[in-house]
């Protein structure tokens, strides 16, 4: 298992599923759309839409596109 990255800040989070774990899946409150207290990724970095994110609950770091932000629309 990886560790947290040195640069995740619990201030910088993202709400997306993790593809790994997937620790999302029975939650209610995600699974209405809503922001989670418990199923969060760190935002590492962006560049443009592409988020760089790591999960806290099994670690897994992977991008993620959101569809906002500059870049990637033509």
Known sequence: MLPIDPTADIGRRAWVPCPRCEDH?????????????????????????????????????FAWDSGFGAGGRS
């Open 25 to 61: 899946q029975d939650c209610g409150t995600c699974r209405a759309g809503r922001t989670c207290g418990d199923h969060w990724r760190y935002l590492l970095s962006n560049k443009g839409s592409l988020l760089h994110l790591q999960c806290p609950a099994c670690t897994h770091l």
